[in-house]
Structures are given as C-alpha cells and as structure tokens.
C-alpha cells in the first residue's frame, strides 16, 4: 500500500455497500421501481383521490373503461380502480414488511439460541426441520379459515385478517433465516473476540448482543429482503384463493381474484393487480441479490 | 451407505408423528366445529346422537390416536382389500368425510390421476426447459444468452403462477383461443383426436408449472456446471485433446448433475403446493381443488387426511432427496 493511499480518508463501510451495490444494475433497477410503487401506494392518495359516489351513481358507473375521470376504469360495483389499486397496496406491501420482520425477529432469536447454546441446537434445529417439512400452504389455508371469523369478532374484520395473515406468514417462514444465522453463530463463536470478551467475564447475553448480532446483520439483511418477497406472494396466493383478506379491505391479491370472475370481459381488472405484485417480488428480489454482493466483503473488492 | 439410509428412515418417522399432531390439533382446536354444520331445526337430541356419531366427543388424546390408527392401519387395510378382494378392514372405522358422509380415501384416489397427470408432465416440462438454459448459461458465461437467461429466472420465480395462468387464460385461452381455458376432467383418451383434445387443455397449467419450476432449476444447473468447469479434471480432460463436446456433455454434466437431482427430488412437494392454485385456475379436479373444496365445506377429516398426505409427501422425498445425494456423491455418507 502507497502512502498516499494511506493519507486518504477510509470509506465508510455504508459507502463502500452503497458503490458496490449501484455496480449491480439489477440492483438499482430494482430499487428504482420499488421505489415508484412505493411513492404510488403512499403518495398516490394525497393526488388522486377518488369522487364519494352514492350507490346509485356508482351502479351507473359500474365496468366503465379507463377515462379522465377513471383512470383505471371501475369495477363491477362502481369503484375506483386506480383508487383501489392503491389502497390494496399500502396493504399488500405492509402484510409483506410486517410479516418479514416476524419472520425475521423468530429466525435470528432461534438461530443464535441454537447457535450459541450447544444443548439448544439440536432440538432447536429438529424444530426447524419439522417446520419446513410442513405443508405450508395448505395449512395457512386451515389457519385462515378456521381462525379468521373468531379473529374478526375480536378486533373487527379487517384488523382480524391482517393480523391473522402477518402472524401466520411470519411463524412459518423463519426458518431459512435460523438456518442462515446459526451458521453465522457458530462461525463467529470460535473467533478471538468472542474469546476475549468471554475471558474478561461478559455473560451470554451481551456476548450476543454487543459481539455476535452485529455481525450476523448483513446475512439477515439479505434474507429480510428476500422475505418480504416471499410474504408478498404468500399473502396474494392466500387472496386469490379468496382464503386471505376480505373484499372491502383489499390487497392485490383479492383485485386480482375479484377481477376472475369478469377476466374475459375486462382482462386489465386481472393485469393491473398481477402486475403490480409481479413488479414489487421482481424488484424486490433483484434488490436482495444486489444486496447479497454488495454486503459480501470478499465480492467487495472485485 | 445402509446404514445411513436407515437412519435417515428412522428420523423421518418422530418427524412424521410430530408433524400429523400439529396437523390435527390445528385443525380440531379451531373453532369451526361440525356442530355449527348441523341445521338449527334439529332437535337437541338427535344432535347429540349426530355428533356422538361423528366421535366428536370422545377426549382428544382418544381421537388423535384413532385418527392415526384409521390413517396408518385402517386405510391400507382397506386398500389392500379393494386391491385383491380380502376382508381385512371389515367392520373397521374408516375416515369419513363430513361433506360427502362416505369414506376420505376413495375420494382421494379419484382425484389423485388428474393432480399427476398435470403436475408430472408440468415438471417434466420444466426440467427439460431448465437443463439445456443451465448448461449453455455455464457454458457460455456472461454472454448474452446467459444474461437472458438469468432474466428469465428471476422472472420466473417472482412472477406468481397464478398471475402467469391469468395472463396464459386471457392470451392464449380468450384472445388467441389456441387452447381451452378449462380444463375437462370427463375426457378419456380412447382416440387420436381425444388425445390431441386432452394435449390441448393440458397445455396451459403445464406450461405455468413447468416454467415456474424451469426457473429456479435452470439456476441451481448453471451454479454446478460453474462449479465444476473450473475443476482440474477439466484441465486435464481438455490436455488430452478431448472433443469440447466430450469435455462439457459428459465429464462436467455428469459431476454437475449430483446436486441439481436432489433439487429436482426437494423441489417435487413444492410443486404439489403450486398445484392447488393450478387446478383452481384452471378448474383440474385434482386434490388441490379438493383441499380447497374441503376448506370451504368446513370438512375436517378431509383437510387433516389431505394436509397429512402433503406432509407424507414432503417428508419422503427430502428423504429420497438425501439418500439420492448420498448413492450419487459418496462423500455426502457419514458411515
């Protein structure tokens, strides 16, 4: 190394994640369009907001084509669809961020339980495999069902779905986060800092917290990304078989299933939704692979 | 390496039990009980004796034990008796479903031949797409067919397959009208042209579910064949003055496919799952339709026993998964 090289300033760690991840075009594209979607779903409404229309004038409105006062047309009752689209989103894109962070406070709690405590691996570890060798969709199908009407009478309708739906996506999808951690764990466990900090008499739980967690955040950044992904598409398989959230508190999944039933007629009823879950899982996940290079420091310096 | 499969074996079964009592306590603590099912106008004790009938009052360690008892023992019985008829099961308690008041099974293997049909040819399908795209990506690295087919990967494993059938039903099934959009399950192949009838509505959710299983194979293809190109026994092949062709079809293709059949093997319970949102787009009568169907019907002995056999199913072929990849690569074995 040059002396001048040494002059400089170092890079912040976030700058160096920053330059390495804008070299992934992918990455960028993503990010890009899930920002749009974001600034669609959460801005949209302060622009467009759609006319209060009575049922009578909405039933005379009813499937009408895209139009300056409709941009997106209506639907079979009369209403909005441009303002459906993005109500249906905030909640589409918060079941996927709320599920996630279920998901990933379990897979991190469990993993480094299982990682650091030698006794807790392996009936931690057989828990974790029971789980994914369990039929998942079939069962979110059981759990929403069974549990949604009981749910409804107790927090209302609409907090009872996504309640429900956020909690049963994020309880079985941990899993993979776990994994990921207790390898970090058991790496990092055997490193001379931890040793270190052992010897000077730090207990378990700030070993954990000050030494270990730090340094697992970059592999759990990663599977976050790619998780909420997932719940996306979990929630929406959930809406599409009309199992997941109810029709006057939409999600993109439920616009697409509404719009089943009139797919000959108006297929842009089904494309608009479909698309908009389709481009935020694509972005998404680009996103989570630009992430996994950039936060990788062996791919850094390539 | 029998050792290893036995173990194997021997682990599967506590996660299997493990697995049926989270099904079954799910399902039977949930509120939805068959009493709600039974008309108001029936009189106090005739419901009585209805629900006594149905054993829903017998504590809940008895049921889950006769569950499993009806599941493990009942139900072979009962099919090794229609198989060659015996009367093993005769007078035994079979499950019966709520719905349709007649045994789960027989039902079940009514379904069953429709869901493999589709779902066996689908993945076929998507395995045959995957492989050539993953060996000429490795191949060809960073050229322009591999970035596409990078592109048509994350395509194909974020765009979800109820939306790609969608966008199959109202392109090819409303505007082009190349095939129909529902599927027929009346339909026997006796003939020529039924056989082009039934190739004709199997085109769509095949092509849905081969291209989404094609997307997420043709990746783990592409990393192994990476992998392995860059091995030294590569090198060496290429010193003697082997044919390219020789080099990449048959020394790395073989090493590279070791992993790439245990991902087909894990990936095939998955694909059952995809199925359910198939066969509803697509109206296959398959059991996808019929959990849902049961679901809906509020029919618990259907959605245990249905949920159960996708357990089964997951749980056999992560086993047939691992014992592959230990008979393929000796040096997965422990023993």
Excluded at chain 2, 310 to 334: E, H, K, Q, T, W
Aim: proline letters at 6%; hydrophobic letters at 50%; aromatic letters at 10%.
């Amino acid at each position: 190394m040059t002396d001048t090289a040494a002059l400089d300033k170092p890079e912040s760690q976030l700058a160096a994640v920053w330059r390495q991840f804008r070299q992934h075009k992918g990455a960028v594209f993503g990010l890009c369009v899930l920002g749009l979607l974001v600034a669609f779903v959460l801005l949209g409404p302060y622009l467009w907001q759609a006319e209060e229309l009575k049922v009578s004038e909405a039933l005379k409105v009813k499937n009408k084509p895209p139009s300056l006062r409709f941009p997106l047309g209506t639907d079979q009752l009369g209403r909005d669809m441009l303002d459906r689209m993005m109500s249906a989103g905030q909640v589409s894109l918060a079941v996927g961020f709320v599920a996630m962070l279920i998901a990933i406070f379990f897979g991190t709690f469990i993993g480094v339980m299982a990682g650091y405590f030698k006794r807790l691996d392996g009936p931690l570890m057989r828990l974790t495999d029971m789980f994914l060798a369990l039929p998942l969709i079939p069962l979110l199908l059981v759990m929403v069902m069974l549990f949604r009407d009981r749910l409804a009478k107790v927090v209302g309708p609409e907090m009872g779905a996504f309640l429900l739906i956020v909690f049963a996506i994020g309880a079985t999808s941990w899993m993979h986060a776990a994994r990921i951690v207790r390898g970090e764990v058991l790496a990092l466990k055997e490193r001379e800092y931890v040793l270190a900090a052992r010897s000077i008499g730090a207990p378990p739980r700030r070993i954990i917290l000050r030494h270990i967690l730090p340094n697992v955040v970059s592999p759990v950044m990663v599977a976050a990304t790619l998780g909420i992904a997932e719940a996306i598409i979990t929630e929406s398989v959930l809406s599409f078989l009309g199992l997941g959230f109810p029709p006057d508190f939409p999600t993109w999944g439920r616009l697409l299933h509404d719009g089943l039933s009139y797919m000959q007629l108006y297929p842009e009823r089904v494309i608009w939704p479909g698309l908009a879950i389709s481009l935020t899982v694509l972005s998404v996940n680009y996103i989570g692979d630009g992430l996994r290079d950039a936060l990788d420091p062996k791919a850094r310096g390539r | 390496m029998l050792t290893y499969t036995l173990r194997r074996l021997l682990l599967a079964i506590p996660t299997l039990l493990l697995i049926s009592l989270v099904i079954f306590l799910l399902v039977d603590l949930a509120p939805g009980s068959p009493a709600s099912e039974i008309p108001l106008t029936v009189p106090p004790e005739v419901r009585e004796k209805i629900l006594e009938a149905l054993g829903v009052n017998e504590p809940l360690h008895v049921r889950y034990l006769l569950w499993l008892k009806q599941f493990f023992w009942i139900e072979p019985l009962n099919g090794i008796d229609a198989l060659f008829g015996t009367g093993f099961a005769e007078g035994m308690q079979r499950i019966i479903s709520y719905q349709t008041r007649s045994p789960v099974f027989p039902l079940i293997a009514e379904r069953l031949p429709q869901t493999l049909t589709v779902i066996g040819t689908a993945y076929l399908v998507g395995v045959m797409i995957a492989l050539p795209i993953g060996i000429y990506s490795a191949y060809r690295q960073y050229s322009l067919f591999d970035q596409f087919g990078t592109m048509f990967a994350m395509i194909g494993f974020s765009v979800p397959t109820f939306f790609t059938g969608t966008v199959f039903i109202i392109v090819f099934g409303v505007w082009l009208g190349w095939f129909p959009t529902k599927y027929d399950t009346t339909l026997e192949v006796t003939d020529w042209a039924s056989f082009l009838r039934q190739l004709r509505q199997m085109a769509m959710p095949v092509m849905v579910l081969g291209l989404a299983n094609a997307a997420a194979i043709s990746r783990y293809m592409r990393s192994s064949m990476l992998e392995n190109m860059k091995q030294d026994y590569v090198r060496t092949a290429r010193a003697k003055g082997m044919s390219e062709r020789t080099v990449v079809l048959k020394h790395v293709l073989r090493n590279s496919l070791i992993p790439v059949v245990t991902i087909i093997a894990l990936g095939i319970p998955s694909i059952f799952g995809g199925a359910i949102i198939t066969e509803n787009l697509f109206g296959v009568n398959g059991i996808g339709a019929a959990l849902i169907g049961a679901i809906r019907g509020n029919d618990l002995p259907m959605v245990q026993t249905l949920a159960f056999i996708f357990a089964i199913l997951i749980v056999s072929f992560n086993l047939i998964a691992d014992v592959l990849y230990g008979l393929l690569d000796p040096r997965i074995r422990y023993d």
